[in-house]
């Protein structure tokens, strides 16, 4: 089963543009990520960039609105991921609860849809689907 473990750091939501962790914190956030490669647990991982870097495209009657970041409305946002693989939601759960986080983040734990779980007439509507991921599960860069 696959589960990604978002990192919500509260107040990213309003970080200025620029804004970089605590070297001491990315070293202890390091050996947590080793471990979980040593585990053979880990797909993939990455950090983002504020909120207020970012940008937002919504749809109201088909036609797209892009919103600049920083999001006023927004109280959450997410600073980074981590893809895993292991057996259940409760392993997934003791993963992230070995993190090094401080108390303003929480990891939301969320399982990733696998095809076969889906209806026949999904998994034909979707067919090709694997075929957009790279290897690793993820876009190729460009």
């Known amino acids: 089963m696959r589960f990604m473990m978002l990192m919500i750091p509260k107040g990213y939501a309003t970080a200025a543009p620029g804004t970089m962790p605590d070297p001491k914190a990315v070293e202890a956030m390091m050996k947590y990520n080793?471990?979980?490669?040593?585990a053979g647990v880990l797909l993939s991982l990455d950090g983002l960039h504020?909120?207020?870097?970012?940008a937002r495209v919504s749809f109201?009657?088909?036609?797209?609105?892009v919103t600049d970041g920083p999001f006023i409305e927004t109280k959450e946002v997410l600073g980074g991921y981590w893809m895993i693989q292991v057996k259940s939601k409760d392993e997934a759960i003791e993963w992230a609860?070995?993190?090094p986080a401080g108390e303003n983040e929480v990891?939301?734990?969320r399982q990733v849809f696998?095809?076969?779980e889906?209806?026949?007439d999904v998994q034909k509507a979707a067919a090709g689907f694997a075929d957009l991921q790279s290897p690793s599960g993820r876009p190729s860069e460009r």
């Open 118 to 120: 889906f209806p026949p």
């Open 97 to 99: 609860s070995r993190c």
């Open 107 to 109: 990891i939301e734990i």
């Open 60 to 65: 109201s009657a088909g036609k797209p609105k």
């Open 34 to 38: 080793e471990s979980l490669q040593k």
């Open 50 to 54: 504020p909120a207020s870097e970012g």
């Open 114 to 116: 696998e095809m076969s």
